[in-house]
């Protein structure tokens, strides 16, 4: 560093930066060495039962990902609903549909749990997942008290959210009926069903959700379509949206 | 139960390798948050309701999440349930377990129950995959082989002086096609106790059970009366008993024969068990080992056809009961132990001895926690008498070869004295022995096994230890000093590693005296100054040794000041529990990475169309590209497996 270091030797300062000790050379952009030598300690073999374990492992791995129950949280595509979180993800190189996506894996966003030919123990679950586990499952009168106990934190959500489920629990009955006949058919006709199931859940993803979280912020989306809203007039009546009505 | 950071960010990077990342995010907050009502969850997840309930359903079944439903104000509160989730990686090991032991149906039969997390057997019974024996695809190879073999087995199972059906080889394949025994399958594995009883208590938190039990118990009558230190005690008791009853589902009882569960007798008396020594192999031919796994299974078909085709009741529901696997995973550890420095015939033993006690342990150890060194006491397993060993030993087994002679008088003896390495000259005296199966080999077995258990008694492990009573020697297992030795050794190899065998040696002085001033501490150890401090300090720094300050007067001076170096074995298990959490959950987000930087490519290899045939739609180079990959993600799984087997040991022995 110091001058008087360089001195002694028979170097002028700076002079290991010279290109002209090798010219032509390639200068040497290597780091410098700033910690000592570390070994990197490599792992052993795998010995034949580890080897037999991992692979195990995979399989049962493999099981659950081609189960019904892998689900991821976005899947975007170009599909989604306009201003939902998975079209804004959305990866325009490769995300657009083309014909050899046809065969590419499709991912679930929502664990498939009834019509997969699995029949749940009831009595293990909860009563408030039995519509999910049980697609035919009407809740009678006690369970609807119970329900509006659960749902005080959002009465407005709760309210409708089961309307949601008896809809959607109808509209897989009706396609469980088709799925039953349909179970041993080809690939192509399961990969369509998963389509259509995807983008149906897709639809449904997070977009009344968003809404939800940000109480009654300004929401630029519903600026134009509030008005034909279903839920527009009572669902902002109550206290919720107060802050869009301002907008207005 | 709380988890540490660590902890709970592996168990939310296993549940997201294995069931993808609702299930992480529902298992994280869950974690975070505690438990949770069900509009808390989704506040806090910020997911729909409809992922929500589809997925904590999912996870219900697989038992990922407990609930529990208060009866005051009716709400159902949600709770992560990490157990569960961390033993998702000890899968592999549980299935190479029972395929070891039980076969390769059994393995079937239990990866399914994993795949379904609970399930009634009705619904077992219908699955198309557990319906036949064999696998469809290597349908047609193993018919290929089978006739040749055809012969061999029926002499090896008649020389055996077994009553296992003559005509074997020839039902070989309809075996095949036969449907499976799963009836007698399910109760082999739960004889075992590798499966239990789905009860209600199961899908709650072990906290809302004990408060449950806690409160049944106070309600009782008899409690009432009670008052003071004995209500204390009483009510301790019985809650524990009521705990008991409500969360074991064990099925083992009635399915036992003679203290064996099913399906294991045949399988040892038969000699086809993998655990046939090998110079009983080669005293028949080289393709035995093939023809090992079909005669098993052969055995299972046979068990259902005979004496026993009482079905299980189908309404049963079951699960996998992981404390028990523990037990057994223990037990191979034990063994292994045992290998490092013993004959193989001593092993043999000793897991003979093991697996006898195994059948009657229910869980590794009684405590929640590990008990702190020094307060722990020793609890002996069940002693287990040496004529029952003789009787599950393999009776091809070679006990003597690796032993002194101990009567040179004995024929027996002097037949097998020497190991045969070439075969021929010990082939025939091999069938003689078989004839003369008399009384007096039976006395001089169990003199030879209680010889090879004598050998394992010896220090420095102590593996088993016998007691002497009047009517003969039993043999037993003091398995709370081996899993403090297991866990003092996996230390000790830690900074061996780590830190070169000075520091060991330092280690092994402090665990042996205690607080050590540096003087002394030099004295001791025979080491020269300067690589004792170093030595010292890089410890110091890792955290495996402390120094604790005494000072002499009220002032502190260093220089008056007494500093004593110690190890507290306690602290640093569960530190480096901590640090090995830590590794196996950066190894599996190297693994997640290491998938991203391929993505595009493995997407192609997951295509509908090209997996299954990727010799027909991969180039060679891809082909090559997705081999290397698999290996790698082989190596990287198999280091997180071995980091598995150290948590094992420091946190479930």
Redesign the interface.
Known sequence: MSRFGAKKGNRAPGAEFTWDADPGGVPDTAPTPLYPAYVVPW?RK?SE?????????????E???E?P?????DTSSSSAKKGSAARANFDPF?GMPSYSGR???K?R?????ANIG????T???????W???MPNFRPNASIDG?HA???L??MK??FE?DE??ED?TAKRRTAGADEDEGEGDA?EGE?LEGDEEAEE?IV???F??DED?MGGDYNAEQYFDGGDDEFGDDGFGDGGGGGDEDTY | MTMSQYAAELCALLIEDQFGDLFARIFTTLQRYERLPLPRLKFYSRLTERQLHHGLAAMIQHHLVFHFTSLEDGNTYYAANPQAAYYLIRSGKIIHLVESRLGEYAARVMETILYLGHVPIKHLETLPDLRYLAPAAPNGLVKEEEPEEEQEPQELDTEAGEETNGANGDHAEEVLQKPAPLHSTLKALASHGYIIRVKDAHFQSPEDNYIEAHKAASNRSDIKMLKGKRLTEELLQKTEEILRERTDGDLSEGLMVNGLPRGVKRKIANGTSESASKWHQTDHNGTNGNHADDDEENDWSEDEDGFDNIPMEPSLVLRVNYEKLDVALRNARFVEMAKDDAAPATAEVYETLLRRIEYVTKRCRDTSEIPREGEEGEQFSIPIETYKIVSDVDPHLDLSGCMGPLNPASASVNRRGKRPLENGVNGDNHYEDEDEDTVDDDVSRAYEINQHLQLLEQAPHNLASHVRLSDGIKWRVGFRGLARKLRHLELERLVEMRYGDVALRVLRVLHAKGKLDEKRLQEISLLPFKDLRQTLASMQAGGFVDLQEVPKDAQRQPSKTIFLWYFDPDRVCSSVLEDTYKAMSRTLQRIKFERNLRRDFLDKTERSDVKGNEERWLSEGELEQLQRWRDMEAILLGVVSRLDDMVAVFRDF
């Open positions: 792992a795998l039962k580890e080897q037999s374990e991992v692979n195990h492992y995979r399989h049962l791995r099981r659950f990902h189960g129950y892998y689900s991821v949280l490769h065969y590419q894996k991912r966003t929502l664990p498939k749990i699995r029949e749940y123990e009595r293990y679950f909860p009563r408030e997942l519509p999910t586990i119970f106990q659960t749902a934190a959002g959500r709760g959210d949601d489920e959607d690939d990969l859940e449904d993803d997070d009344e959700d979280d």
